[in-house]
């Protein structure tokens, strides 16, 4: 056992590893050990660039899932690989109030007790959320260090707290000051469970499978009537008009007549506008300004009255006659049986629509008339369409532009104010003296409370009620996380923004592109004068393996935190970022976190191997050894793949493809190094050269690991003995001079040769320790070069006695073969095995296999069992079926072979 001084208290290094990793012994004393040097750390620095990532701040009420996971996953590869390039690095961590799923939670709490809101009142039910987020709402965050989530902890921001609250009114009173914000009674998305707004992007549309009711409108002075058609009959006793489109010749009589609307018999006008679709229903449609977006522009634009029919709990008020009192719903229902008694429902269809749903409790969202605060959007997308579009910022992958882009030139004003009590309240105060006058008087926007009216001085001044939409506060994320704004031009945190301003990289994900990214890009621009970030990544959503998304309703989600006690944290981490492909969504299985688990304990294994067997300070230059230029066939493969694996490696995670990086370190690693190389290497260990190679090929494999799997890369190198902690090693630099490309050639070509008499050997079941004769017959005259090198590694790996390399113009006499893209392997078999016997082994598995591909072919032809079975089982069963088909081929061809 070799001690080395470490800086680390009680951090001893040992040559010598356990038998078995240990995650959960390792994990928490190595994040520790990382966090007490201070390596997640990031300050203004004149000799590096800098290389900064905001993350995308997890709601407090959230805990940890797969999307998060690999979303930090990601992140975290980012700044470990930049810090280790050079770059100073900066993570930007925090968490969102998520105003109206906190409140919710906590009025969940409060109704446990039997209380509600109103009975604490909004000073005491603040305090309740505040005490709520001090116990919580940390709780994500203390799961995203289990992941190895390198962030600036120091720097840690919450969308509610000082410095950010701060930088909300600045905003809100700039855009006012402008003319960007603005009050008014629009129709507006109301979700009647947690009463509030909510924005179009927070009204999730779902298709559902709904009905389209065909009602007589009689035309007044007639005994004739028109036939309406509607998915909302409830909504009819507001209606204030019927329209038809003007180039409509079936209407054009009725244009500018009457109709009588049904149960509430009040008059309506038939009016004409192009906004009426003729080919829905009967091409009629009834108006109700104040419970539809169209109708609501339809009613403005012909001065139509708005009957507002509902309370803001979705339930019917006086304007509904005898249906008030009932919910929506009931009174759907109600209205329905009243119009069939009165013979006025003239049919009613199955018909497909989408519906928007409450992004937080999924109720079924109400078009409402209300009066709320809006941002004139127009203005501020003009700026964030031209900065795309001329390649300030870029999407990954590309594809993501054309969605940006199209919703940008569409976009429409965003409603920001929440009839909620927990989030930033609105900084307008209302003079109640002059409000007596009319609405749009008395009315100042300011950070404080003023003392007194600026026009009357009266001191009875009251504060909007209504709270800010959480993404108001988020959209300014990139910028106030970082001091902005500044109270003076010497401000350290200006020059922290300078410095770290616009940020490097947004790892998101799609479902927000709409919420938060393209509104950071306008408030970047409209705020800093610049885009907030270089590069938006967007991942793909974590499904099962069938494809479904996880979801607690469903039961097949998968805890991350679950996984870490299992696997540990670097096997979640290699296992979910080797399958996800650029910004193609992820199909993940418990079994899948294996591979990752295999694939530590495979680096742990063959570390072990080297710390056993090592002789003497192997941690040195490898400059005069190689100058001897004694270097083997072996050697100068292992060393030129290394090379090339790094410069690969660096060229995936430049462009984002994390899955290729991975997938590149783990076919360099498990099968190059650990599966040849060091097998090749057992048989001089006792070298120096030999030793040197092996050990500066594991040192530079955990250096470029190390982003994916930080923390054993981190055990295992300070237990080979290297002082300073893995980050702060740099990443290994490409050697141009080793890479060879022609000994990675013949040396793969070898591998190639020893594989395919390796599995001659398992399929004519012959021993490994039973010596064999090979015949390589090939037109490459290369293959001649590398005879010699090809004669001892066959030898010492295949148990070959002898090899000879020639053109052989028919197949040897009872002997097995292999085919290969550039040679013919030929294994005489005479006198190695009894003939009739192997025939009789060979013709029992052909029976055998033949009966397994009938039974697996005759499921497959099965459709109830295609459409049935779940996808990842009949994709396994077609996997089956191409392995049995492959290996009767190989049994055919051996029968062949001893005919």
Request: hydrophobic share 40%; glycine share 6%; net charge neutral.
């Amino acid at each position: 056992m070799l001690t080395v001084n470490c800086p680390h208290a009680d951090y001893t290094i040992m040559k010598e590893l356990s038998k078995q990793y240990n995650p959960k012994e390792t994990e928490g004393r190595i994040y520790k050990f990382w966090e007490d040097k201070g390596l997640f750390s990031a300050e203004v620095s004149q000799e590096k660039k800098p290389y900064s990532i905001v993350i995308p701040p997890p709601n407090i009420t959230g805990i940890l899932h797969m999307g998060h996971a690999l979303n930090n996953t990601i992140q975290d590869i980012l700044i470990r690989y930049k810090k280790m390039q050079g770059y100073e690095t900066l993570w930007m961590p925090g968490t969102d109030h998520a105003g109206i799923a906190t409140q919710n939670v906590v009025e969940r709490k409060l109704s446990k007790e039997g209380k509600k809101r109103h009975d604490l009142g909004r000073e005491k039910f603040i305090d309740e959320v505040w005490k709520w987020q001090k116990e919580y709402g940390g709780t994500i965050i203390k799961q995203l260090r289990r992941l190895g989530s390198s962030c600036d902890w120091r720097r840690e921001r919450f969308t509610m707290d000082e410095g950010l609250s701060k930088a909300v009114v600045e905003v809100f009173i700039q855009l006012y000051k402008k003319g960007l914000i603005y009050r008014g009674n629009y129709i507006i998305n109301w979700c009647p469970r947690c009463q509030t707004a909510l924005s179009d992007e927070e009204a999730e549309h779902r298709e559902l499978d709904g009905h389209l009711y065909y009602i007589k409108y009689p035309i007044k002075g007639s005994k004739e009537h028109i036939t309406v058609a509607t998915t909302r009959p409830e909504t009819m006793l507001g209606d204030t008009a019927v329209a038809v489109n003007p180039k409509d010749k079936r209407y054009k009589s009725l244009i500018g007549g009457a109709v009588i609307l049904p149960v509430i018999n009040k008059e309506l006008k038939v009016i004409a506008d192009d906004l009426v679709d003729p080919k829905f229903g009967t091409g009629i449609v009834k108006v109700t300004p104040a419970h539809d977006p169209n109708d609501f522009l339809m009613g403005k634009k012909h001065n139509l009255e708005e009957v507002n029919i509902m309370r803001p709990d979705g339930v019917l008020n006086e304007m509904a006659g005898e249906f008030e009192g009932m919910d929506r719903f009931e009174a759907r229902e109600a209205l329905l049986e009243v119009l069939k008694e009165k013979k006025l429902l003239e049919k009613v269809e199955p018909h497909k629509h989408a519906v928007g749903h409450c992004y937080r409790c999924h109720t079924v969202v109400e078009p409402y008339l209300s009066k709320q605060w809006f941002v004139k959007m127009k203005p501020l997308a003009e700026p964030a369409i031209k900065a795309v579009e001329k390649g300030k910022l870029k999407f990954y992958p590309d594809r993501w532009t054309k969605v940006y882009l199209e919703w940008m030139n569409n976009i429409r004003d965003w409603c920001i104010s929440r009839q909620i009590w927990w989030g930033h309240r609105i900084p307008v105060y209302y003079c109640q003296k002059c409000q007596e006058q009319g609405e749009d008087k008395g009315v100042i926007v300011a950070v404080d409370k003023p003392g007194e009216c600026p026009d009357c001085s009266s001191t009875n001044m009251v504060q909007d009620p209504d709270v800010l939409d959480t993404w108001f506060s988020s959209w300014l994320w990139p910028f106030s996380t970082l001091g902005w704004p500044f109270n003076k031009a010497t401000d350290r945190s200006k020059e922290e923004f300078e410095y770290f301003y616009p940020t490097s990289c947004l790892v998101t994900a799609q479902e927000i592109i709409f919420f938060w990214v393209a509104r950071m890009i306008m408030a970047g621009l409209e705020f800093c004068g610049d885009v907030p970030f270089e590069d938006v990544y967007i991942h793909g959503t974590v499904r099962d393996d069938t494809g479904t998304k996880m979801s607690k309703s469903l039961g097949n989600v998968i805890d991350p935190i679950e996984i870490i006690d299992e696997f540990g944290a670097d096997a979640l981490r290699f296992s979910i970022i080797s399958i996800t492909a650029v910004g193609q969504d992820v199909f993940l299985s418990r079994q899948r976190f294996e591979m990752g688990r295999n694939f530590a304990n495979k680096i742990w294994n063959v570390s072990r191997f080297l710390l056993i067997n090592l002789k003497g300070d192997v941690n040195k230059s490898l400059c005069g050894f190689f100058a001897k230029g004694t270097l083997s066939l072996h050697d100068r493969w292992i060393l030129s793949s290394l090379y090339r694996t790094i410069g690969a490696v660096e060229k995936a995670i430049t462009s984002y493809k994390f899955n290729e990086a991975a997938n590149l370190l783990y076919e360099f690693i498990w099968h190059k190094y650990c599966d040849w190389y060091v097998e090749i290497a057992k048989s001089s260990i006792d070298k120096m050269g030999t030793q040197l190679i092996l050990f500066k090929v594991l040192e530079k494999s955990l250096r470029m690991l190390h982003p994916f799997m930080p923390f054993i890369t981190e055990e295992i190198w300070q237990k080979i003995g290297m002082e300073e902690p893995i980050m702060q090693s740099g990443l290994p630099h490409i050697q141009k001079q080793m890479i060879d490309e022609k000994s990675e050639k013949s040396m793969e070509r070898i591998i190639e040769i020893i594989v395919a008499i390796r599995n001659i050997r398992a399929e004519m079941n012959i021993p490994h320790k039973l010596e064999l004769d090979a015949i390589i017959s090939t037109k490459e005259k290369d293959v001649k070069k590398y005879e010699s090198e090809l004669k001892v590694y066959t030898k010492r790996l295949s148990n070959i006695k002898e090899l000879t390399i020639e053109k052989l113009k028919k197949r040897p006499k009872l002997s097995a073969s292999s085919v290969l893209d550039f040679c013919e392997i030929f294994i005489p078999l005479e006198g190695v095995i009894d003939i009739n016997v192997e025939m009789e082994r060979l013709q029992k598995r052909l029976k055998e296999h033949e009966s397994l591909l009938f039974s697996v072919a005759k499921k497959l032809s099965n459709k109830d069992f295609i459409q049935r079975a779940p996808k990842d089982i009949v994709e396994k069963e077609k996997g089956r079926e191409e392995m049995l088909k492959d290996k009767l081929t190989r049994i055919k061809a051996n029968i062949k072979s001893l005919a």
